[in-house]
């Protein structure tokens, strides 16, 4: 089975109106209602490619009734624990030509001791050999940034592999549980390390520091060039289709989404890379919050170049 772990999620409200305007009522000529979280994106590519997963996460109020029941609405199953707050709602007001845009961003609930305790004793209860979790996304607060760490901790102590892909102190925390992959873009991997990333020998050299952390395998994503592959002293560069881009936002969750589902399907790591990044393009090819179907992905697919570096 596939799980994916979202611990902040969010309604993501999108409002277009003809030009944003201060001091001044802005009259909205369309709404768009997403489901936000990047566990919940994986989900998302993982029921394109024919594959089943559980999304998993806090959620509460009648905006977490909303998430579950648009999950519900895409066809992934949901098995939340329900917390005393509401989900938050992040609102974006897009200009008519979409070139200015406003984003303001809830910071989330607050996530009490014992609503964290649930979400562990869940995982632990569902855990088990052979299955692939990813655990994606921010830290809602009054969560700990080790949280990723316990959650990875209790997964393979189960027989289960993990993919993590967060930042910050949760990522280095996570990091030293041992995760069978980490995915930091270029950006999060300088900050984890403090070693440069302008070359893919520095990339390289990255990749290694954030393995001796404590990850099996390091996939550091690159946007529309491709990914960088590290595992068992070998990189792997991945290059990506040329695509017309018209919107990368997801495009990352979209790549580990295909990774994972290569590694559950039994792929070697290259090939898995492959899937990847085909996902990750046929995202970014889309207009608005798309994730294309299979069909599309194999399309690209056959465009990606893996070499080892």
């Known amino acids: 089975m596939l799980y994916t772990v979202t611990l902040n999620p969010a309604v993501d409200r999108e409002l277009t109106v003809p030009a944003i305007e201060f001091d001044s009522v802005l009259r909205a000529t369309a709404c768009q209602v997403d489901f936000g979280g990047k566990g919940f994106n994986v989900s998302r590519v993982l029921r394109s490619l024919g594959a089943a997963s559980v999304a998993l996460g806090f959620a509460g109020g009648k905006s977490g009734e909303l998430l579950r029941d648009g999950l519900h609405s895409l066809g992934i199953e949901t098995d939340f624990v329900w917390i005393d707050g509401e989900t938050r709602t992040n609102v974006s007001i897009v200009s008519h030509e979409q070139k200015r845009y406003v984003r303001a961003n809830e910071p989330g609930p607050t996530i009490s001791a014992s609503e964290q305790a649930a979400l562990l004793q869940k995982i632990q209860g569902l855990a088990k050999e052979g299955d ?16 990723y760490a316990e959650i990875t901790g209790i997964v393979q102590a189960n027989g289960a592999r993990v993919l993590l892909d967060t930042s910050g102190d949760a990522l280095q925390d996570g990091c030293q549980a041992g995760p069978y992959l980490v ?7 300088h900050k984890l390390t403090g070693l440069p990333v302008d070359t893919l020998p520095q990339i390289i050299a990255a990749a290694g520091a954030i393995q001796e952390m404590g990850a099996t395998c390091v996939v550091i994503s690159l946007g529309k060039d491709g990914a960088m592959l590290y595992a068992d002293r070998k990189a792997w560069i991945g290059h990506s289709p040329r695509i017309e881009e018209r919107n990368p936002i997801g495009a990352g969750d979209s790549m580990v989404g295909g990774l994972v589902w290569g590694l559950q399907a039994g792929l070697e790591l290259s090939e898995a890379l492959r899937w990847g990044i085909a996902c990750g393009a046929t995202t970014a090819s889309l207009s608005g919050t798309a994730v ?15 070499e080892l570096a």
């Open 132 to 147: 692939w979790w990813v655990l994606a996304g921010s830290l809602p607060p009054g969560v700990p940034d080790s949280i």
């Open 183 to 189: 995915k930091p873009n270029a950006y999060e991997a």
């Open 292 to 306: 294309g179907n299979r069909e599309l992905v194999e399309s690209l697919l056959k465009r990606v170049q893996i």
